[in-house]
């Protein structure tokens, strides 16, 4: 006779070896129609999640359910979607729904990622979170951990590293043609946000429309408030009014991003993006040291500019590398190869030895010029793929796994954090990636977890 604990070990292995199709798309004689809509439910629908779930709908899935804390701001979601059934605590829809939803969709700020994403794993949903996965690296290890005994399917929207750009830039890598590369670049004109303040003083009425303590859930309650001073430095800086001339709040929606209590700042905003395509052309993997240089460190803020620099070792064939990251509108300067070519807001470049390749949101462009002519000639031999919702529907009815899944983006969320985390304590840390910390600063350990509050936990969720 099988014990209980065999058997429990034995049905985990098997869910981490299969996608769980649910029951309900799978038809008596076991065949599931490759048509049949996937019942999606959204949670932080009113932001970037309206747009996103619109690019689901058309990717196969049926939006119906949503969930937002804010009835007003998630109005055109629900107006868009009248006969979606409509909540506002995520854990009351994934109990009222049960068996009718087969996927969740997470678009919340970063501080409820986890949360989300945990309770919809460990009801056996497919899973699709907005980049960046987590806000800490103990919660990353556990929402991969979930993702694997689950068996699902899952999906980061980091900008897609399947597309024609992210493989042409993979397969010319790979070719050798550049030379071993042993440098990489990436920069954002991010944060188009306010980043580098200390909390503005004193407290408005929370309107009607928003449950304020739901929007914070796990992090330390404070008050609420609405807009930054029209002249605050907050606004003035770096032109934000010009960018996103829009928002002026201090918190929700969109800001929470400067706040390291909600958001992870702008390399946790953009760097997944950006070294997508860099982890699959490189096989980057963990890096063995961090170190930050960044303008004023405020306690709660991110700062307004930061440069990060990752040394990562030799992979297989492939010499170590550093890796450096700019925001806040700094950029690499004179990179080899460039020769004064002026550089785009935002992008990444590959430096080899015989050559540079910049990828930017236009396309790919080689230095020195020349080049391209014998870049042509290198044959396609990686699958392009439908995109970040085609991909996850594909996988979501048991083919292959999405291009950025939760395994996928484990390394990948990991820098941004770890970046983070060089940048608050400003110094140079050592990672032991296998073991899952510093060896050489507690400081920088205690960053890689935080106390849940409110009566918050991942493991209860
Ligand atoms: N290309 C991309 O993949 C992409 C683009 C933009 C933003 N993002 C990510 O999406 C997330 C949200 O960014 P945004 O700009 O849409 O922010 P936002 O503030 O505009 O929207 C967030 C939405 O989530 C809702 N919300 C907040 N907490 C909630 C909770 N506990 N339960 C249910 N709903 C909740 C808010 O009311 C709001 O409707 C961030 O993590 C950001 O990094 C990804």
Not at 12 to 32: E, Q, Y
Not at 126 to 148: G, I, M, Q, Y
Request: with cysteine.
């Amino acid at each position: 006779m099988i014990s209980r604990r065999a058997f429990l070990a034995r049905s985990a292995a098997s869910a981490a070896a299969f996608t769980v199709i649910p029951s309900r798309l799978v038809g008596a004689d076991g065949s599931r129609s490759p048509n049949s809509r996937l019942a999606l439910a959204g949670v932080g629908v009113g932001g970037v999640g309206f747009g996103q779930l619109q690019e689901c709908a058309e990717a196969g899935f049926q939006i119906v359910a949503l969930c937002d804390v804010d009835d007003a701001y998630a109005k055109k979601a629900y107006d868009h979607w009248p006969q979606a059934r409509r909540y506002r605590d995520f854990r009351e829809m994934l109990a009222a729904e049960g068996d009718q939803i087969d996927a969740v969709y997470c678009g919340t700020p970063d501080h409820t990622h986890a949360l989300i994403v945990l309770a919809a794993l460990r009801r056996r949903k497919h899973v699709c979170c907005v980049k960046p996965l987590t806000r800490t690296v103990h919660e990353l290890r556990l929402v991969v951990k979930a993702a694997r005994e689950a068996g699902v399917a899952t999906q980061v929207t980091a900008a897609a590293n399947t597309s024609e750009t992210a493989c042409r830039a993979c397969e010319w890598i790979t070719s050798g043609a550049l030379g071993d590369v042993r440098e990489l670049h990436a920069w954002s004109n991010r944060p188009v946000w306010p980043q580098g303040m200390t909390r503005p003083p004193g407290e408005d009425p929370v309107p009607k429309d928003l449950d304020w303590k739901l929007w914070l859930g796990p992090a330390a309650l404070r008050p609420f408030k609405r807009n930054w001073p029209a002249d605050s430095p907050a606004l003035t800086q770096m032109n934000l009014k010009e960018w996103n001339p829009g928002i002026q709040a201090v918190y929700h929606p969109f800001n929470f991003r400067g706040w390291w209590d909600f958001g992870t700042g702008a390399l946790g905003d953009m760097g997944c993006h950006h070294f997508n395509t860099p982890f699959r052309a490189l096989q980057l993997g963990s890096p063995a040291r961090i170190c930050a240089s960044a303008t004023r460190v405020f306690a709660e803020s991110a700062p307004l500019a930061s440069i990060v620099t990752y040394d990562f070792p030799a992979r297989d064939a492939q010499p170590p590398l550093r890796a450096v990251w700019y925001d806040g509108g700094l950029r690499p300067a004179t990179p080899r190869h460039l020769e004064g070519w002026p550089l785009p807001d935002e992008g990444t470049l590959y430096v080899g030895e015989k050559g540079a390749l910049l990828h930017t949101w236009a396309g790919l462009q080689v230095f020195p010029e020349a080049l391209g002519k014998r870049l042509e000639t290198v044959p396609r031999t990686l699958p392009r793929r439908r995109g970040t919702w085609g991909e996850w529907a594909e996988a979501c009815r048991g083919g292959e796994p999405a291009g950025c899944n939760f395994k996928w983006a484990e390394p990948l969320t990991e820098i941004v954090l770890l970046g983070n985390i060089a940048i608050r304590t400003g110094k140079l840390l050592e990672w032991d990636a296998a073991q899952g910390n510093f060896t050489n600063s507690p400081d920088a350990n205690r960053q890689l977890h935080d106390d849940y509050q409110n009566g918050w936990s991942l493991e209860a969720v």
